[in-house]
């Protein structure tokens, strides 16, 4: 295996030194841009399929994409534990090890996915029926799971590559990888979708090329730029996988608390009808493509704090905390504003109108600035995966999935229909962005204090 002096500056851990709001920033602008490229196929996706003018259709995009979505969690939060050791590692002075752990976690990302793609394609009936999809818009929606399922696993892959990227700084390359689902899906979706004729399967086929692209830009860039991806062995991961595992599982269960809220969310939009659903489903695609800044940061702060964590200096893990939450909550509001003054446009750009149009406009005029507080979150769980307490990142969002969620939408729901749903929801993110804030805080504090050199 190559040693550290061979990839020289590949290795170095360059978040120790400069302005950790410039690092703030250059890590999480690429990295939104990176993550931003897999929200922009969903949308893709929605955009193309709301010109065939079939409600059911966007219905199913909706049903089918909460589980897309938590295929996506799943990968993110194996990722999490590939760009949390690979920086620990790194900032610890140890790049020997930290290529280790990019080899073991894109192994156990692969695992994880491949068992889900199974675990999809042999009850996806009984799920969607559980989310409450009923009729043509259930039919269409295990159409296009069906046939995207497959290309799951590769998407594990390539997230696993690029967050051993991040780790190593490598923000570009980790873009890179990113971008190529976006560019691969927006170039095949019309074609499959109007030229072939194949409909939400041609839109599902295109989802599955383009991650199986992805994968093999992330490889190309961990193997043969970085040199950073030795060859796998048994030994070798069952060395790393308790490790992988402690940060890996509390993550993928932070992160599936994401679609669990959509789904539950889908789940109380269901009553009303195919059209409230619809404008669900516009909004879930439109907020990770407006906001996916906000999506980014856990996964681009985490490796600041984690290379500054490694090298016990906690007054540059404190400072990046701090800007973190600043950069979120000025972003959150900018883009708020920016959909407010284009809400009308939106609803049309996606072809609902009618109650699912006044539920669109209603979201972008009163629920998107309380954005800003699941940034606040999304950076507190950063810290919360690479300050060794992953546990509490699962606490905290499954806390806001459940109880910020459930009993907030009920009471919403009996008190103003589909959009006390709505303001129920965010009220209960603004609950858990203070709390989780607060909670962060305090664990660097602790850290800070029982540290040897008190730094």
Same mark, same amino acid.
């Given at each position: ?88 590692? !790194? ?38 029926? !559980? ?23 590769? !998407? ?5 590559? @690029? ?206 600035? @309380? ?85």
């Amino acid at each position: 295996m190559t040693n550290s002096s061979a990839t020289g500056t590949n290795t170095q851990a360059r978040f120790l030194h400069g302005s950790t709001f410039r690092h703030v920033v250059i890590m999480t602008l690429t990295g939104a841009l990176g993550l931003m490229t897999l929200f922009v196929v969903d949308l893709a996706d929605l955009y193309f399929l709301s010109r065939l003018g079939n409600t059911d259709l966007t219905a199913a995009i909706g049903f089918a994409g909460t589980l897309d979505f938590a295929n996506l969690s799943l990968s993110i939060g194996s990722g999490i534990a590939a760009a949390a050791l690979v920086a620990r590692y !790194l900032g610890a002075g140890n790049p020997q090890r930290a290529r280790e752990f990019a080899t073991s976690t894109m192994l156990v990302s692969f695992a994880f996915s491949a068992a889900y793609t199974i675990l999809i394609a042999i009850f996806i009936g009984p799920i969607l029926s !559980l989310l409450g999809a009923t009729g043509e818009a259930a039919r269409l929606a295990k159409l296009f799971i069906w046939t995207l399922s497959p290309g799951f696993i590769f !998407l594990g892959g390539a997230l696993a590559c @690029s967050f051993s990227l991040r780790g190593l700084g490598d923000a570009k390359r980790a873009m890179y990888i990113t971008m190529v689902t976006a560019t691969v899906t927006i170039i095949l979706d019309p074609i499959f979708i109007f030229y072939f004729g194949w409909g939400i399967q041609g839109a599902a086929a295109a989802n599955a090329i383009s991650c199986i692209a992805a994968f093999g830009v992330g490889y190309y860039a961990l193997r043969h730029v970085h040199d950073f991806l030795p060859p796998a062995s048994w030994s070798g991961l069952k060395r790393d996988l308790p490790e992988i595992l402690s940060i890996a599982l509390p993550a993928i269960l932070t992160q599936l608390a994401t679609p669990f809220a959509a789904a539950y969310m889908n789940y109380t939009f269901a009553p009303f009808g195919n059209e409230i659903v619809a404008a669900g489903t516009v909004v879930n695609r439109v907020v990770p493509v407006a906001f996916g800044i906000i999506f980014s940061l856990s996964g681009s702060v985490g490796p600041i704090i984690g290379q500054n964590f490694g090298a016990r200096n906690f007054t540059r893990v404190n400072r990046t905390l701090r800007d973190g939450i600043a950069f979120a909550f000025l972003y959150a509001l900018v883009t708020s504003f920016i959909l407010f003054l284009f809400r009308h446009e939106m609803a049309s750009a996606f072809s609902v109108t009618g109650r699912a149009a006044e539920l669109v406009v209603f979201f972008a005029t009163y629920i998107a600035a @309380s954005w800003a507080f699941v940034g606040a979150q999304f950076v507190a769980m950063a810290a919360f995966n690479n300050l060794g307490k992953p546990g509490y990142s699962t606490l905290v969002n499954w806390g806001k999935a459940t109880i910020g969620t459930i009993p907030f939408a009920i009471a919403g729901a009996a008190i103003a229909g589909a959009e006390g749903i709505m303001v129920g929801i965010a009220l209960g993110g603004i609950v858990f962005g203070v709390v989780s804030v607060f909670m962060a805080w305090s664990l660097v504090k602790k850290l800070s204090a029982s540290s040897p050199s008190g730094a």
